[in-house]
């Protein structure tokens, strides 16, 4: 703990003057100043920046002292340069007794102090749960909220630059001779000397890629040189994600930057050229930026969800929960509203009602796949290139390439079924209707259900044995739709009697649904183990 040179109490980083407070005697320091103060006084055993070798003794590095906490359950470890007792983990939501120990820190090279307050950002976050009407009033709860806590969490901060010559191509129409259509090609070669800095990515596996990203960008015009003066009253993660895992996702960033100013020339409008430039990479460093932190357990206790703040730029991102029985609520008075404004100008026929249930089953199909896709990628930890790349680097790739053939099974045998079925109706209903409607029928929403696994390249996706036994429900509800519709039954009990399953099937694939955005909400309680890698130099 700094302590105030006039009076000798804790002194704490106050976000808003930008200098160290001592709430007693009211004297306010220069994080830098006190730092180069101690430093110089005599015997000091503070924890000031010294050199030192790194672990294979090459190299000199800047360490600094700190006291370290570790989770007795989760693993997870926060670096502080206070002496008071951490009382929870910031992580798990554990309260159990943290293990602590002093130890030198290998130095970032910056830091991004903060700038909102702790009372600002717990206001922040009260207004993002405010607008999110289905949360559990759980998270609202006031100790829930006075959990927030600051956290400097470490960044790669990359660097590219170019010097040398940009070849970029263009087309530009030439003239017509009858039929023929003639352009000219053309080569413009740029002389470029440009350097993009500040590219920056998170560097802790235990933060999650969707949250750091969305609390994105921190202006890295306010960073400082480091000073773990500006650790008092706040915490900090350790970098453990090789700097190469967001090097060549920053390296497209730098990229676009560089082409984006170069298209400003007009003369590659002029020939038709969109430019690209390709720069390369310089260095990466580590800088510490400031964010807010939040974690609150389910019921249960058995799972998590996270809540950050931009403590630069009071920016918020949460994972929250769907709070089953208010949705189940709503969703009837909305049902009852809705069913007496149809009701006013549109009369309900057994054919209406078997298309209206086709309808919530083919969205509940699409809804219910794609979220799927998600949380088994979520489930599995392979949505996130951080944790990827420490936890299972050597089999993410290959768990892709097996999605991929379980995928192009999928199509193929949904394919193949839905042929059939609207051969074996359309033969069924010979004498009541064309053959062709009933099978183009079965073509169309085979094609419509294989659009359901229509991906973006790379993109995780679940197998087809685990999404089965929840995607079910809606293809029985929409199979027994479309039969009743193909089939056109004089009695409308089969109408009625088909749509009432259909659409039970629909609710409770929904029922499925809200679970499933739940899962994507909240995430298993985390089990780092024993932190490792440079930090621990």
Not at 112 to 136: D, G, H, M
Not at 292 to 309: E, H, P, Q, W
Not at 515 to 536: F, M, V, W
Request: net charge positive.
């Amino acid at each position: 703990m700094y302590e105030c040179p006039s009076c000798g109490a804790g002194l704490e980083f106050n976000p808003k003057t930008q200098k160290l407070d001592c709430k007693y005697c009211k004297s306010s320091f220069d994080p830098k100043d006190l730092e180069e103060k101690l430093k110089d006084a005599k015997g000091d055993k503070g924890f000031s920046v010294e050199n030192s070798k790194d672990e294979n003794g090459n190299e000199k590095v800047d360490v600094y002292e700190a006291v370290v906490y570790r989770c007795t359950q989760c693993g997870a470890e926060l670096i502080t340069t206070e002496e008071t007792i951490a009382t929870f983990c910031s992580y798990c939501g554990s309260s159990a007794i943290l293990e602590k120990k002093n130890q030198k820190k290998v130095a970032p090279n910056y830091v991004i102090p903060f700038t909102k307050s702790k009372e600002e950002c717990e206001q922040a976050y009260k207004n993002k749960l405010k607008k999110a009407f289905f949360a559990p009033s759980d998270m609202l709860k006031t100790q829930q909220v006075e959990k927030i806590r600051g956290i400097y969490m470490p960044y790669w901060v990359y660097s590219f630059d170019k010097d040398g010559e940009q070849s970029n191509t263009g087309s530009r129409y030439s003239h017509r001779v009858g039929d023929y259509v003639y352009y000219d090609d053309y080569t413009i070669k740029t002389n470029i000397k440009a350097s993009c800095e500040g590219v920056s990515h998170d560097a802790a596996a235990n933060f999650a890629d969707n949250l750091s990203e969305a609390i994105a960008p921190f202006s890295m015009k306010e960073k400082k040189e480091f000073s773990p003066t500006y650790l008092s009253g706040y915490y900090a993660d350790s970098q453990d994600v090789n700097g190469e895992v967001y090097r060549e996702e920053c390296n497209k960033i730098a990229n676009e930057q560089a082409a984006k100013e170069l298209k400003k020339d007009s003369t590659f409008a002029r020939y038709g050229c969109t430019p690209k430039v390709d720069m390369n990479p310089k260095d990466a460093k580590i800088g510490l930026f400031p964010v807010y932190f939040l974690a609150t357990r389910n019921k249960k206790g058995d799972r998590i969800s996270y809540a950050v703040v931009n403590g630069q730029t009071g920016k918020v991102a949460a994972e929250i929960p769907i709070d089953f029985k208010k949705y189940l609520i709503v969703s009837l008075i909305l049902a009852v509203a809705l069913f007496f404004l149809f009701n006013g100008f549109l009369t309900l026929t057994p054919t209406k009602i078997i298309i209206i249930s086709i309808i919530f089953n083919v969205i509940s199909l699409v809804i219910s796949n794609s979220q799927m896709n998600k949380v088994i990628a979520r489930e599995k930890m392979i949505d996130d290139k951080g944790n990827a790349s420490k936890n299972a680097a050597g089999n993410t790739s290959k768990a892709k390439k097996d999605n991929n053939n379980n995928q192009a099974n999928l199509v193929a045998g949904i394919v193949v079924f839905f042929i059939l079925l609207g051969i074996v109706v359309s033969y069924s209903a010979l004498g009541k209707g064309s053959i062709a409607l009933p099978i183009a029928g079965g073509i169309i929403f085979a094609g419509l259900i294989s659009a359901l696994n229509i991906h973006k390249k790379n993109q995780p996706k679940a197998k087809f044995s685990e999404k089965a036994p929840k995607l079910v429900k809606p293809f029985i509800g929409l199979i027994i739709a479309i039969v009743i519709f193909i089939w056109s039954p004089v009695s409308d009990v089969y109408y009625y009697g088909g749509a009432i399953i259909s659409i039970l099937m629909t609710i409770w694939s929904f029922s499925d649904l809200i679970k499933e955005i739940n899962l994507l909400t909240t995430r298993k309680l985390p089990q780092l183990g024993r932190r490792g890698g440079d930090e621990n130099a």
